[in-house]
């Protein structure tokens, strides 16, 4: 990976090494069941875990992107998050970066200047909600572009990428990048969205180009835990994938990732470390 910075409330941050964020799923129906925290006392002992186990970031998330997943509405999704981000900053401190996971304007504008969130995470790079980028640009946030198309709900009949997936989608990431730019937004975190308008295949044709998204100069962020291109590919349920999780991890640190977005932080935090080791030996 390259060294990065982030500008997080006027201050910047700087990583060296790769960066662990953990997932903090407040809703009832994400996919691996293990990682849902609704209740108070759940959302409280996962970011404890979290931070406990070394987390540089968490992205709080209160709306399931699983193919399938129920809509929740607006106000749903605003009074999770609010309930959510106040346990996760009692706890966490002001330190830990947190990231909200939402593609609506409206909500990620609260969750950032009431609720405590630093970053904001949008699937849909900004496809599903076309107030996303000037919200953005308006409250100089870093913001995390996910490549999808389409929604939740129908992504995986999205998957025609004519001159090949990984071209195709460094090509729209790239027109993405080009407009947040001329809005004033630089600070800005790239995620190729494995498992979104991606079929298995083209999954692990992304994955094997991955040194390629280098050339949009944006911190790489890979978020493959416990997905379904390794339950499928390995006849698995997401509760028994942990360990092929840590074998793709250690594969995206190799080929430039710089940021897990993960389930379980201390096998992310060993594997990060076990490959810096490798790469620094002398």
Not at 1 to 28: C, H, K, W
Not at 118 to 146: H, K, R
Not at 229 to 246: K, Y
Request: hydrophobic share 45%; glycine share 6%; proline share 5%.
């Amino acid at each position: 990976m390259q060294p990065f910075s982030i500008n997080i409330r006027g201050r910047l941050i700087e990583y060296d090494r790769p960066v662990v964020m953990a997932i903090v799923n407040v809703t009832p129906d994400s996919f691996h069941a293990a990682s849902r925290t609704f209740s108070d006392e759940a959302i409280a002992a996962r970011v404890r875990q979290a931070v406990a186990e070394g987390a540089d970031m968490l992205d709080v998330g209160a709306y399931s992107s699983r193919p399938g997943a129920d809509d929740v509405p607006e106000q749903e999704e605003m009074a999770r998050l609010e309930r959510a981000l106040h346990i996760v900053r009692e706890i966490a401190g002001a330190d830990i970066p947190v990231s909200v996971d939402t593609f609506r304007a409206s909500v990620a504008r609260r969750a950032v200047t009431e609720w405590g969130a630093d970053i904001v995470n949008d699937i849909s790079g900004g496809s599903l909600d076309a107030d996303m980028f000037a919200t953005v640009a308006e409250l100089q946030c870093p913001y995390i572009l996910m490549h999808m198309r389409g929604t939740p709900a129908d992504m995986q009949t999205r998957t025609d990428y004519p001159s090949g997936v990984t071209a195709d989608v460094l090509a729209e990431l790239g027109d993405k990048l080009s407009q947040l730019s001329l809005m004033g937004v630089n600070d800005v975190i790239v995620d190729p969205g494995f498992g979104f308008s991606k079929t298995l295949e083209q999954n692990y044709r992304m994955m094997h180009d991955l040194e390629l998204f280098r050339l949009l100069h944006r911190p790489l962020l890979v978020g493959v835990s416990r997905k379904s291109m390794l339950t499928r590919l390995l006849e698995i349920t997401p509760a028994e994938a942990l360990e092929a999780t840590t074998a793709l991890h250690a594969f995206a640190l190799d080929r430039g990732a710089a940021i897990l977005r993960v389930h379980d932080v201390l096998p992310a935090r060993q594997a990060a470390a076990i490959y810096r080791a490798i790469t620094e030996a002398k």
